[in-house]
T-cell receptor, first 112, second 112 residues
Framework: DTAVSQTPKYLVTQMGNDKSIKCEQN?????MYWYKQDSKKFLKIMFS???????INETVPNRFSPKSPDKAHLNLHINSLELGDSAVYFC???????????FGSGTRLTVV | DQQVKQNSPSLSVQEGRISILNCDYT??????FLWYKKYPAEGPTFLIS?????DKNEDGRFTVFLNKSAKHLSLHIVPSQPGDSAVYFC???????????FGAGTTVTVRA
């Protein structure tokens, strides 16, 4: 039973499309995150929700919109996809803020 | 503006020898320092951590050293095993901060 699960694992789509990535955690954690790993392999935080409340919103284009229907789910919707959005997106959760993250296995997004 | 730097993108070591991975950070206010390990097509998994009040933490074959005055931490793996071949990320956090800031990672290859 996967602790943090993301779907889909791979996503190939055309420029201009709108797509969503879903994340669910069964650890009972209060905080969930989206990280982006770009071509240079840096892991950069995009968003964080604590008990369904947005607490971190880094400098991310407003084409990216997170949604947390409950504290076990954090979805990422991306509008008007661009080539530069191609990356691996990781969902994570934690109970104690920036300590003890559990990551999902990632979603590799390729925009063509 | 990278707050965490791992200046060695790769490291090759013979099985049974010591692997030493290094990490430098810029902000003396960080409280927690962590190492994550990542296999291909998987999410990063927590390996070992240290808080700012300590200078050494050991867990089996893994030891993390923290030098606060130099803003430097290192991970020692002794002895190195083939299963240790992975990407290792250094990460830092502050108390009451929900985000982890990651370095770019060091790819470790353990040769038989």
């Amino acid at each position: 039973d996967t602790a943090v699960s993301q779907t889909p694992k791979y996503l190939v789509t055309q420029m201009g499309n709108d797509k969503s990535i879903k994340c669910e955690q069964n650890l009972g954690h209060d905080t969930m995150y989206w990280y982006k790993q770009d071509s240079k392999k840096f892991l950069k935080i995009m968003f964080s929700y604590n008990n369904k409340e947005l607490i971190i919103n880094e400098t991310v284009p407003n084409r990216f919109s997170p949604k947390s229907p409950d504290k076990a789910h954090l979805n990422l919707h991306i509008n008007s996809l661009e080539l530069g959005d191609s990356a691996v997106y990781f969902c994570a959760s934690s109970q104690q803020g920036g300590y003890g993250y559990t990551f999902g296995s990632g979603t590799r997004l390729t925009v063509v | 503006d990278q707050q965490v730097k791992q200046n060695s993108p790769s490291l090759s070591v013979q099985e049974g020898r010591i692997s030493i991975l290094n990490c430098d950070y810029t902000n003396s206010m960080f409280d927690y320092f962590l190492w994550y390990k990542k296999y291909p097509a998987e999410g990063p998994t927590f390996l070992i951590s240290i808080s700012s009040i300590k200078d050494k933490n050991e867990d089996g074959r893994f030891t993390v050293f923290l030098n606060k005055s130099a803003k430097h931490l290192s991970l020692h793996i002794v002895p190195s095993q083939p299963g240790d071949s992975a990407v290792y990320f250094c990460a830092v956090s502050s108390a009451n901060d929900y985000k982890l800031s990651f370095g770019a990672g060091t790819t470790v290859t353990v040769r038989a």
